[in-house]
């Protein structure tokens, strides 16, 4: 790549590239089902200020329950197992959003969100969409309901939706497209397990999930109609910062925002993200930042056109396969050099703080 001129440009519009170091535009990028592993970013609790005081509001909230889940978080040997929908969704939720507080302590404000299944819950309540004690309601109650729906899984595949269309059934649909070939499918058992051993035959690669429950496919449908009144019961606000919502993959339209049947039927809607980055990198570069536990989404990030070829770069905030605690540590400490040349974007930080 050429070089740069940037003396014509004021220092907030340099480019990642630019070897002045100028700051850079971030945007968040927030994992969600799936991601959840055990004592995911439990090594900056109680380290972390700022992550710390976060992750004690939202587990407030949840009452008697939040104290289990805490307990559950890092133990050996959790009661509820970390994949059951309730502890998966509300410590991905916790983390998720204790992350973008812990950015914005450091003065990292975001330009953009984007985030992926329940990821965008959290991105809602950053954005302002949403006020952290009725989210974390909301949450409870989704919980619940979606606890109660059949049993069922989702299933990562290597391949494009045409090489698995003729294998789909009213109940086992495609829940995600991630990017032009992964996939995940969802439904309930024995149906998603009967849809596995067909598509194994057929020579594609499959993995099981992280999930106990058929995400984004019709077995949950039922479950989020049964909240609608519950969302219509909450303020819902235009984002304070965009959100590339990876439901429709384009930015948030403040329609959307403020429709409780949009935020209500999210579980039952199959996730868009790889057109969502598309989208979101289109108005790049960006520095991608995944602030959520592991790194899948960096890795969906790393080979997008718009990082290999288009200038955006990332950055995830925690380790892929953390050993201690140290390691979340270290992993954090290292984004925020990184991230740096981004404190310095006051326009971008001036949004985050009115969050605050």
């Known amino acids: 790549m050429s070089a740069v001129d940037t003396r ?19 945007a968040l990028l927030l994992p969600g089902q799936g991601a959840q592993r055990p004592a995911m970013a439990h090594g900056l609790y109680g380290t972390e200020p700022a992550f710390t005081e976060a ?11 939040g104290d289990r889940i805490r307990a559950d978080w890092a133990a050996d040997t959790p009661a509820v197992p970390l994949d059951h929908v309730s502890r998966a969704q509300p410590l991905l939720f916790a983390v998720d959003y204790a992350l973008g507080r812990t950015l914005l302590a450091r003065g990292l404000g975001p330009a953009a969100l984007l985030g992926h299944s329940a990821g965008e819950t959290a991105a809602a309540v950053l954005a302002g969409v949403l006020d952290l004690d009725d989210a ?19 299933l990562a595949v290597a391949a494009n939706p045409g090489q698995v269309a003729h294998r789909l059934t009213d109940q086992v649909v495609i829940g995600a497209v991630n990017s032009p070939n992964q996939l ?3 439904g309930p058992e024995p149906d998603l397990g009967t849809v596995a051993e067909l598509l194994r035959a057929d020579g ?12 984004h496919s019709p077995s949950v449908r039922a479950a989020c109609a049964a909240q609608i009144p519950s969302f219509r019961a909450v303020t819902l606000r235009p984002p304070r910062i965009p959100i590339v919502s990876g439901y429709t993959a384009r ?14 039927m999210q579980p039952a809607e199959p996730v868009l993200f790889g057109a969502a980055l598309d989208r979101l990198l289109a108005d790049g570069p960006y520095h991608l930042v995944e602030a959520g536990p592991g790194q899948s989404l960096s890795a969906l990030a790393r080979r997008h056109p718009g990082v290999t070829r288009g200038g955006s770069r990332v950055t995830p905030l925690l380790a892929a396969r953390p050993r201690g605690p140290e390691d979340d540590r270290a992993a954090l400490r290292t984004a925020v050099e990184r991230l740096a040349p981004a404190a310095g974007s006051t326009r971008d930080r001036s949004r985050f703080e009115a969050r605050a």
């Not at 309601?137 to 606890?147: F, K, P, T, V, Y």
């Open 184 to 186: 995940l499918l969802a």
């Open 204 to 215: 594609l690669t499959c993995a099981r999930a992280k999930a106990t429950t058929g995400f």
């Open 251 to 264: 930015r948030l339209t403040d329609a959307e925002a403020t429709d409780p049947v949009f935020w209500a």
């Open 136 to 154: 974390v309601r909301l949450l409870a109650e989704r919980i619940r309901l979606l606890a109660e729906a059949p049993p069922g899984g989702m």
């Open 8 to 26: 014509a440009r004021p220092p907030h519009d340099r480019r990642p590239d630019d070897d002045t170091g100028g700051p850079e535009r971030i």
């Open 55 to 65: 992750v004690d509001e939202v587990l407030a909230l949840l009452g008697a329950e």
